[in-house]
């Protein structure tokens, strides 16, 4: 075996050390019925590399990928070109084969990274302080929630609902035995957001308002009465991103007030991958740092004074606080946290404004053609990258039937809310820097013929 | 070794990316365009591979050499695993696409699937956990949602001493009450301490097998017998499943729900701490309630998808998602690259050749170093050895930090909690013989200076990038993002 | 521009410090009517990183590469499975972007590696020394005919007819400038080598007789014969082995008594890319060494006592020496031998032998195979992974016909000796590891149709 | 800091690979079966991925800081140019397809080949040659071939002093004899000694130019006239090309042949000593005579590949082959890439701050440091210092390995000949300001500390993975293959 150095002459000489006859005698503590004499039935042997290799390619090639095809899927993943640069670095065997650096002396480079990143987040998100990661925007949503409660003592949030259908998912099966109260409806396919609702129904139990900002129909709105309203009841605000690069267009929620805001950072750096490994964004207000959860790197100096980072404020954590934890977080995204803190460094923030601004103005063009298509409506008035059309026909089908034609044509709202007839004729269509303008017209086209 | 930070360095003007100029259209941002500068430095793409080039050397890093990190399994990481994940059919799709569109990805989660049951034993996998502690979530989730489905909401979770802080911490965190289960003095579960606790109140019993000492729980089935007798469920954390992989199946052993690290026992790269991948195999009892989305294949060979639209009829008593897509998709393929590579027959050799290391280690330095559990015969893939016998002031922390000198990562150190300045060697099996016998020497070498008080110890490592660091300080007045020094100053 | 740092301020700050006014300024030496005043036409401007991906990956797609297709061509260039942990290590920057190791203390890594390379060549080629690497197989082949040349100084070689031609063809070109006299005839469709023939074309007038092992039409003999008359005559024998490979099966040349051996060592970490960068192996024996062109990497310690590796004899060489240097040489393949050095510590002599037999019985079974199509006959009696099939029609019209149904089917001798008709019919066919049992099928299959 | 040998390691029973079994099938081998032990050790996996990660540490690279090497031109290496290189549809196809199955390898050859021609404002260009000597050599069988064609058999070629090593080595490899040319005081080839020099005998004048002391031959114009004047050609030595890209088109200066250095003007990696690529531009009369394999463009669109079955009809001038196959293929693709990343203005932006780099360099230590042409205005793209004043003992080596310790790599040193203790600084314009100033003030603590004498300079690097090594032991008594110790010693 390739991966497995020792010769059959070691393995016995290490035996005559250990002073064990076999390796059997090794395994004496497992019971001798569960010890199995051979190889598992049913698995094959081990393969040569290039033969483990053409299988894996061959599923691959069932796949038709994002770069195949005319491509507008969104909804929390979101297609971008990464600079090959980003991908090199995150293969160098230091970054990708080092553990969690539990060992400081030794891991200044991960740590250093963890704190340009954290200051990267924070300031991207509008905030004070961020964590090294989480697993994901979803689970850092939860985690958020979570939060809330234990600063508040609170134990209702009120979700938006344009928070993405997976994340609300997330919180209820949590909530189911936590026992929060979760207040949430489906959305409406109007051009507003639901801002003024949840501040109505903001009262003394609320421990946060849970909103996202653009929202899961692509809509924005100014969340600074929100989180007046909720700070007004004592409550938190919490903002989700699912798209951190809208943020170099549109105003960070920190700066309308949010308390936390937390996001999924696979726009930057880290890729579609089929929805994982992705990276949770968490960031909030200096005063609540000691409630946060997951890992944080901080700067210090070693015996010889000069400047290094350290995991630190540990005794939030699982490994030190037991049940008592802020979370049981433990493995988190660090090297996607990494991809992320690349891409950014490459970008810098007028590399940032730049990408965005083309985002938003290939966006433009595209919502543009698509409402001309007979039938077709723009639901949103504002819109970063993403937009909701109304179609007038299920748009479930319409997009199986795209798929079928090479074009992946969107997010259909009947795959997000299935028990939501109302917004079955739904469309989310997100528009990149890598969407041509071929692309869009090839997908009106398509539209227009679907429909006809 | 002093590599400034992007801010230092960067500029909010420089930027490492070119873009096609954007086409003139109207602004559908309103009035929420962004105006304030968001601080943001850039730098050329050649800075910033300088950056990033000079900051990965001051990491250690398996490729660098052993990384003896107990209960972590540092392993090789093979770079066809790398390759794999690249693929644009995997690395390039959308977790929303038309399943049409992804058979082939669906395709790896079945075929992983299956491997991770056939290889424990067990009745079902939950795929979809994102790392080791969010696989306890998935398993202890099923758990409450069996027992709710019988009507019996049972509130505690009893979890041994030597546990990983996460099992308490996630029984924690979906709302149970947490309770601790003693240790034997030959460092495995009180079976006795156990049964005399099982009652109608508890809901499971979380045991890691192999232990955090290392050891075999020789009482397993007995124990898992006696839970299921008492209504419960037993929950293994399968964080050390490395050293039985091929040989032994957890199914066969009474286990209910296991997680297994991918990047543990699968050799998926642990990236600097993260991401992992956590499915959880699960019992007959247990798989109804396994979380969205859920693969099955197909009568025709199709790869169908179980999500929320679907899933009454399909899985009426599934507990719901617990991230927002299929987990860690990055994972699976590598994973799964590995275990083709491997076969049956390699993996089990995997175990052997684990376990074969450890005990290698364990008795070429029981004769320098405590090894508290030694007597009892043979380690797994892990040895433990304590601070016992060291000179006075002399502690686990010299050692490892003394290790670092000798060109090596640390062991575990003072984990499991059971032992008194525990140091936890797990070496793997894909150390040679060549390097254990350096790694062996050079623990030998610190051994024999801590027990001699060799001063000089206490102030290592010398030959890092870093001398000790101050970790207090850091704690005391904690400084997590860079600020522009005049306005820290200001502020002080 | 993503590649240059420089800002607008940057280059004002910079100017004023020189001295200059303007850009322009710095650009007076040049002849103002050379000095363009604005960009070259007939050029496009910059264009960002994705757009040129893209342009690449069209252009990418219009060829048909090796791993899409049942593939069997040889013929100098051979397609080898190459492990993944290969191209991982030669893209660690320390490597890829480092330079000529002239500064040995900073060096090292380089330096090693050379070391190790050279010590695995000789000894895979059966020789004493080989040097750090050449251009190629056929640039190698040149300068050994000079080298023996200057050892013998005699200025008659004798190439084997069983040489590659393009390698022929390439001494041909510098013989027509340097004076050498070189005897060539093409090959005839014969299971013999043409070894006899040349030791009596050996005489006093001989510096080298050039022999390729395995040869151009896959045939394998002893060379001890003929190193031994070469030797009677006080000239040389140069052998050429452009499937180092096969050395893991049959005896090396070195050891059969050739006094220079040079390679092609594409086949081990370097893949195919269309015929460029190669690597040129070059070894010889030892009395011959300060006669060997290019970069040799010898051992030494430095100040303190501590072994170190430096570049050596370089009074060799053009940047010493000038026009008295025993090649123009300068950049070499170092990154191709470091790949060469890598895949050959991974396979080890184990791991060599196993791919060498799984090359040799996968050839057999395929011209077993292939012979049985009606009409087509084997040539070879001997051979490794490369056999001559004969065919009842003009193989370079059959590789075309088989090309346009997506098998690659083999070098045409037609292609390779265009000018020697006798030969149009035969068809190298190569096979290695990578080739598949369905893959022997599809070609047979192909071929009975072609043939019907 | 110190890494075993493979042989020191390795065995020949360990390999890191795994196959399939062999199918049975009867040798045709006979009796070359190889039965002797090769010798070649084997190494895991994991042990090969540390072996060479650890020995690429011990390298200083581009990626790691700044390579002032004059007339090596390391700029950076974009990280694209290697993903395009790896598309399956480069670096998977062989060079003897049919060629309506690589009209895309085609089309990038002419793609790049059209690039080149209108850069350089020449004719033609000849891409096969394999590095920067290669294509001199092509140059130089041109012209001969072109003088050969009208029956005029000229036998010198001069060159200046100057000149790069590979100048003169390639001239006298192709069967020339070599004349020196003079260098005025202000570091330019001596117009009038030239002028002189020229008659019936002389087949070509070789000139850099940019010259190696980094200046513009001001009279590149005037040379060209003479020397077509008496007959013979201009071979410009492309090597600094990067100078003046995108603003000076060579071909409007009169010369016949330059190459290029893809690795040098077009960024492909030098990867510790090649591979290169050298293609050659040709003017009008020398491009009938360049080499096989040759591609055009026809009229349909399809790229054409002129070898030698057509080579009659299209180029019965070509003097042949200079080798196999294609040329660099794999540095044709980087190459390309980076040309359509920069564009027209982006490269005549390179040549810009190539030159202004080098200028601040100059003008920021020429108070501290010698410049002997620095009175005379501008440089192009290199800076260019002496050892004159320097404390009696110290040299130009001296301040290159103390460049070492100050984490930089040396300069290039000695070279140009013609002037002492010659220090050749090319920063090149991928370098920040803030690295350049970091640089100089480096430098300027080196001059100065080798101005007062410091003895401490003598002996560096000290902070080095080794210290100064010993070359004159290396090529004394030169061991350059490994043999096992006692081997070895037995031999002495």
Redesign the interface.
Request: hydrophobic share 40%; aromatic share 6%.
């Given at each position: 075996?390739?991966?497995?150095?020792?010769?059959d002459?070691?393995?016995q000489?290490?035996?005559a050390?250990?002073?064990?006859a076999s390796?059997d005698?090794?395994?004496?503590?497992?019971?001798a019925?569960?010890?199995?004499a051979g190889?598992?039935p049913?698995?094959?042997?081990?393969?040569?590399?290039?033969?483990?290799?053409r299988?894996?390619?061959?599923?691959?090639?069932?796949?038709?990928?994002?770069?195949?095809a005319p491509?507008f899927?969104g909804?929390?993943?979101y297609?971008h070109?990464v600079?090959?640069?980003v991908?090199?670095?995150?293969?160098?065997?230091?970054?990708?084969?080092?553990?969690?650096?539990y060992?400081?002396?030794?891991?200044?480079?991960?740590l250093?990274?963890l704190?340009?990143f954290?200051?990267?987040v924070?300031?991207?998100l509008g905030c004070?302080?961020?964590n090294?990661?989480m697993?994901?925007?979803?689970?850092a949503c939860w985690e958020a929630i979570?939060m809330a409660r234990r600063i508040t003592k609170r134990g209702k949030a009120i979700l938006s609902s344009g928070l993405?259908p997976?994340?609300v998912?997330?919180a209820?099966?949590?909530a189911?035995?936590?026992?929060d109260e979760l207040a949430y409806a489906t959305p409406e396919l109007d051009s507003e957001c639901d801002n003024s609702k949840l501040i109505a129904a903001i009262d003394k139990d609320t421990s946060c308002v849970v909103v996202q900002y653009p929202d899961i129909l692509g809509r924005?709105?100014?969340l600074t009465a929100l989180a007046d309203a909720a700070h007004t009841a004592g409550a938190l605000l919490v903002a989700v991103v699912t798209e951190p690069v809208a943020?170099?267009?549109?105003?960070?929620p920190g700066?309308m007030g949010a308390d936390i805001v937390v996001g999924?950072g696979q726009s930057l750096g880290v890729?579609?991958?089929?929805?994982?490994?992705?990276l949770g964004l968490f960031a909030c207000k200096q005063k609540y740092?000691r409630q946060m959860p997951g890992?944080?790197?901080?700067?210090?100096?070693?015996?010889?004074g000069?400047?290094?980072?350290?995991l630190?404020?540990?005794?939030r954590?699982?490994?030190?606080?037991?049940?008592?934890?802020t979370?049981?977080?433990?493995?988190?995204?660090?090297?996607?946290a990494?991809a992320f803190s690349?891409h950014?460094?490459?970008?810098?923030?007028?590399?940032?404004r730049?990408?965005a601004?083309?985002n938003?103005?290939?966006?433009?063009?595209a919502?543009?053609r698509l409402a001309k298509v007979p039938g077709v409506t723009l639901m949103?008035?504002?819109?970063?990258n993403e937009f909701t059309l109304i179609l007038p026909t299920d748009a479930r089908e319409a997009?199986?039937n795209l798929?079928?034609r090479g074009i992946?044509a969107g997010?259909s709202l009947?795959?997000?809310f299935?028990?939501a007839p109302d917004l079955a004729n739904g469309l989310v269509v997100a528009v990149t820097?890598?969407t041509t303008a071929e692309d869009i017209e090839a997908l009106a086209k398509a539209l227009e013929e679907e429909l006809a | 070794l002093e590599e400034k930070l992007i801010f230092e360095i960067g500029s909010t003007d420089t930027t490492g990316v070119d873009f096609a100029d954007a086409p003139q259209a109207a602004s559908r941002l309103g009035s929420l365009a962004r105006t304030d500068g968001i601080g943001l430095p850039g730098l050329s793409e050649q800075e910033t591979v300088r950056h990033y080039t000079r900051l990965s050397r001051q990491n250690y890093a398996i490729d660098l050499g052993l990384f003896p990190l107990g209960s972590c399994t540092m392993k090789h990481n093979p770079r066809l695993n790398e390759k794999v994940a690249r693929m644009p059919g995997f690395a390039d799709i959308h977790p929303l696409q038309p399943q049409s569109t992804v058979q082939g990805a669906l395709g790896v989660i079945n075929e992983l699937a299956v491997w991770l049951i056939t290889l424990t034993g067990m009745h079902g996998v939950a795929m979809t956990p994102k790392a080791g502690a969010h696989g306890e979530l998935c398993g202890l989730l099923c758990i409450r949602a069996a027992l709710e489905a019988r009507g019996d909401a049972r509130q505690v979770v009893l979890v041994p001493e030597s546990a990983h802080g996460t099992n308490p911490a996630t029984a924690a965190f979906c709302g149970y009450k947490v309770e601790d289960i003693p240790a034997t003095p030959d460092g495995r579960v009180d079976l006795e301490a156990l049964k005399a606790r099982l009652g109608p109140d508890v809901a499971a019993v979380m045991i890691t097998n192999p232990n955090t000492c290392g050891l075999f729980e020789r009482d397993m089935k007995v124990i898992s017998d006696a839970v299921h007798a008492a209504g419960a469920f037993v929950y293994c954390d399968g964080a050390n499943f490395n050293a039985i992989v091929g040989r032994v199946r957890p199914g066969d052993l009474g286990v209910d729900a296991m997680h297994i690290n991918l990047h543990k026992t699968f050799s998926t790269p642990h990236g600097g701490g993260g991401p992992g991948s956590g499915p959880v195999v699960l019992s007959e009892a247990l798989s109804p309630f396994g979380p969205l989305p859920y693969t099955a294949r197909m009568a025709d060979g199709t790869i169908h998808l179980i999500e929320e639209d679907n899933v009454g009829e399909e899985m009426p008593q599934s507990f719901g998602r617990m991230s927002a897509f299929h987990g860690q998709m990055g994972m699976f393929t590598r994973a799964l690259t590995y275990i083709l590579s491997h076969g049956a027959d390699g993996l089990r050799q995997v175990a052997e050749d684990a376990v074969l290391n450890a005990n290698y280690v364990l008795r070429s330095l029981e004769d320098v170093l405590d090894a508290p559990f030694g007597a009892s015969g043979p380690c797994m893939h892990e040895a433990l050895f304590s601070d016992k016998g060291l000179a006075e002031g002399f502690t686990t922390l010299d050692i490892a930090k003394g290790l670092i000198d000798e060109g090596f990562h640390p062991m575990t150190m003072y984990f499991p909690l059971v032992v008194h300045g525990a140091m936890l060697v797990e070496p793997t099996e894909t150390e040679s013989k060549a390097a254990l016998d350096q790694f062996i020497l050079a623990l030998r070498s610190l051994a024999e200076r801590a027990k001699a008080g060799d001063e000089a110890l206490k102030g290592a490592p010398y030959h890092a990038p870093r001398r000790r660091l101050d970790e207090t300080l850091a704690a005391r007045k904690p400084v997590l993002s860079w600020s522009e020094p005049d306005l820290a100053d200001a502020a002080e």
């Open positions: 075996m390739r991966y497995l150095p020792l010769t002459g070691d393995r000489a290490m035996l050390t250990i002073g064990a390796i005698d090794l395994f004496v503590d497992v019971p019925e569960a010890r199995l190889t598992i049913g698995l094959p042997d081990h393969a040569s590399e290039m033969a483990v290799e299988h894996m390619a061959a599923l691959a090639r069932k796949n038709l990928s994002a770069g195949e491509f899927l909804a929390g993943a297609k070109h600079p090959a640069s991908d090199h670095l995150i293969q160098r065997g230091e970054f990708l084969t080092a553990y969690t650096p060992q400081p002396e030794i891991a200044q480079g991960t250093q990274v704190f340009e954290q200051t990267q924070a300031r991207l004070d302080v961020a090294a990661s697993y994901d925007g979803s689970t979570g993405h997976h994340y998912s997330v209820q099966t949590m189911k035995f936590t026992g924005i709105e100014d943020l170099g267009a549109i105003k960070a700066a999924e890729g579609l991958q089929f929805g994982g490994p992705y740092v890992r944080l790197c901080g700067e210090t100096v070693d015996a010889a000069k400047r290094g980072f350290v630190t404020l540990s005794t954590e699982q490994h030190i606080r037991r049940e008592k934890a979370s049981n977080i433990c493995t988190n995204s660090g090297l996607c990494l690349i950014m460094t490459l970008l810098g923030e007028k590399g940032l730049q990408l601004g083309l938003h103005a290939l966006a433009c063009q919502a543009d949103n008035d504002s819109f970063f997009v199986r798929a079928d992946l997010v009947g795959r997000l299935p028990t820097e890598t | -």
